[in-house]
């Protein structure tokens, strides 16, 4: 195994630098992509990759493409470097990097899954997001006709990058707060295992969130729209799975 770290940053300056600290006192070196942030994040970027030249490169995209486009561009870009499998965790502080040894010993393992950190919150966490989450969760299980995907949602997992980046070559995912969700479902419809990992999840330091309630929630649910007819032309493969398993 090959691992390095994706990172997607749209204006996260005050937070990301200490996120990068993390992944790399934990021996992994970073794809930092810069979302189109603004000139004082992207410098602040700038900074953490001229001054870890051997362990963190920098992807910058001219434009806001959304979490979405810039994990897509991130991936793609670990994959051309050699690397066989990538870590995803956000530039926002939500995450504690001192769980990334445990998610790297099951990615170890298990090379061939996908491992996907299931959030344990804190008090930090909006009541109603957290709630809100469990409708994503529904829909989830019914798009795939299993419980395997605890959390769909969370942005801390590891991705093996052949068959993740064959998907992203293939099929038209979503690019903004969809993406996480759909590229699950989208590898355990084509046969990827899961691997599920509790992990502690705070909300972010710098307060920012960029999740639009009115847009991302209507891209999630045409999201769940696309998602419920696909199951339904792969209704006999997944029940077949549900049955040999």
């Known amino acids: 195994m090959k691992v390095c770290a994706v990172i997607p940053v749209y204006n996260h300056g005050e937070a990301v630098g200490a996120v990068v600290g993390g992944v790399r006192a934990q021996g992994l070196p970073c794809v930092l992509v810069d979302d189109g942030s603004e000139p ?12 870890d030249r051997s362990g963190i490169e920098l992807v910058r995209l001219p434009e806001n493409q ?19 499998h990538a870590l995803q965790i956000d530039a926002d ?27 344990v919150y804190d008090a930090s966490v909006p009541k109603g997001r957290l709630y809100g989450r ?6 989830v299980w019914i798009n795939t006709l ?10 801390f997992r590891v991705y093996p990058l052949e068959p993740t980046v064959q998907l992203l070559d293939t099929v038209k995912l979503g690019k903004r707060m969809d993406f996480d ?5 989208r590898l355990f419809w084509r046969g990827m295992g899961i691997v599920n ?40 493969l997944l029940l077949w799975r549900k049955v040999t398993a």
């Open 40 to 51: 004082g994040c992207a410098a602040v970027l700038d900074a953490l990759a001229e001054g």
């Open 66 to 84: 959304g979490k979405g486009g810039a994990m897509m561009a991130g991936l793609r870009a670990a994959k051309e470097r050699g690397f066989s």
């Open 93 to 119: 502080g939500q995450h504690d990097t001192s769980d990334i040894p445990r998610f790297l010993h099951l990615a170890e393992q298990s090379p061939e899954k996908l491992i996907c950190g299931t959030p």
């Open 134 to 139: 469990y409708a994503t969760h529904i829909w």
């Open 146 to 155: 299993s419980f395997t995907i605890r959390d769909s949602m969370c942005g």
């Open 181 to 185: 969700v759909e590229v699950l479902v």
């Open 197 to 236: 990992n509790p992990t502690p999840v705070r909300y972010p330091s710098d307060g920012i969130s960029h999740f639009d309630v009115l847009w991302d929630n209507v891209r999630i649910s045409r999201m769940h729209a696309r998602l419920f007819l696909g199951m339904l032309v792969r209704l006999p």
